[in-house]
């Protein structure tokens, strides 16, 4: 398979100001972050909230601007002109987790689905409307021609999922970035959609860049993850491998914080107790030293993303058997 879309170096620091103080601080949002996405995979990016997974969402489809590193396209690298800016957000869409906000309320759903084309100038008005009707039927949206006619708030929440899903698939993208597609739905719905977006992707063969915190849905969809915390990728692999045998004890507390619909897990042992944060900068050494229970007068230094084989790539100098 071949790349569809390399990340190299990403950073992206932030400066915090507190409201009663002009004391600053510097959040490292992104932190040397790089991965490759190959055409026709599902690459999931997954870790707890604030860890930095929809920042390197935005720096990917260039919403806002990295510090520095490289974001490659089908070949080209991505810059600010216009030429590598309309060729990535013709060629690479996004899915927003919230289907409340990402649309337009004051809009009806063949407007909503219809406008990308209309800002890339792609046909005329009679092909817009039949490839609108086309891709409302392909996210099972039917029927078609009533769905068109309404405005999103009379619709479902999956309804409105599948709205942003369809003004996503309408510019026929070759990756698609899904930013929690559906933490904000129903249990029974995010199955459905899930399933939708797993057809999808196998009949029109678009990469998939999935974000998530959801581990579960992450296995069910995903064929390679990374585990990003506070701005740092600790491990990256096959799913399975990482999932079933985890190296890094972030990615094995992660997989402890999972419910489980078996009562005798209530008692069970957790292989990761967090301690409680200790009184350092985390930035320094490794981002997790402070949270684990194996840390080691080394990890007070950075650990390199290496690779165990496999490939596999873990940061840590503890890993876990």
């Known amino acids: 398979m071949s790349i569809i879309l390399?990340?190299?170096?990403?950073?992206?620091y932030f400066v915090k100001k507190g409201f009663f103080s002009s004391k600053t601080s510097i959040v490292k949002a992104v932190d040397d972050v790089s991965f490759s996405l190959y055409e026709g995979e599902v690459f999931v990016l997954a870790g707890e909230s604030g860890s930095g997974k929809s920042t390197i969402a935005r720096l990917i489809m260039k919403s806002i601007e990295a510090d520095s590193g490289k974001i490659i396209f089908d070949g080209q690298e991505i810059g600010i002109d216009s030429k590598s800016l309309t060729k990535i957000r013709m060629a690479c869409q996004m899915v927003h987790q919230d289907p409340y906000d990402s649309i337009n309320p004051r809009m009806k759903v063949f407007?909503?689905?219809s406008e990308p084309l209309e800002i890339h100038k792609i046909g005329n008005f009679k092909e817009r409307q039949k490839r609108v009707m086309?891709?409302?039927?392909?996210?099972?949206l039917e029927p078609a021609e009533e769905i068109a006619k309404k405005y999103p708030h009379a619709l479902s929440g999956g309804q409105r999922q599948r709205i942003v899903l369809a003004r996503a698939l309408v510019l026929k993208p070759k990756v698609i970035i899904a930013d929690e597609p559906v933490s904000m739905l129903d249990v029974s719905i995010r199955a459905e959609v899930l399933e939708l977006m797993e057809d999808l992707q196998k009949k029109y063969h678009i990469s998939f860049f999935y974000?998530?915190?959801?581990l579960a849905t992450a296995r069910h969809f995903g064929n390679r993850i990374a585990?990003?915390?506070?701005?740092?990728i600790v491990e990256i692999g096959p799913i399975d491998d990482v999932l079933l045998h985890p190296k890094h004890p972030y990615t094995q507390a992660l997989l402890d914080a999972l419910s489980e619909p078996?009562?005798?897990?209530l008692h069970r042992e957790r292989?990761?107790?967090?301690?409680?944060?200790?009184?350092?900068?985390?930035y320094e050494g490794c981002r997790f030293r402070a949270r684990c229970p194996y840390a080691i007068e080394q990890c007070k230094e950075e650990p390199p993303l290496e690779s165990i084989g496999k490939k596999r790539d873990v940061a840590c100098f503890v890993q876990l058997d």
């Open 227 to 232: 585990i990003l915390y506070l701005g740092k």
């Open 111 to 113: 407007d909503i689905v």
């Open 271 to 282: 292989k990761i107790r967090i301690n409680e944060p200790l009184d350092i900068d985390v």
């Open 262 to 265: 078996n009562p005798d897990n």
């Open 6 to 12: 390399k990340v190299e170096n990403l950073t992206k």
């Open 134 to 140: 086309e891709t409302l039927r392909e996210v099972r």
């Open 211 to 214: 974000i998530t915190h959801d």
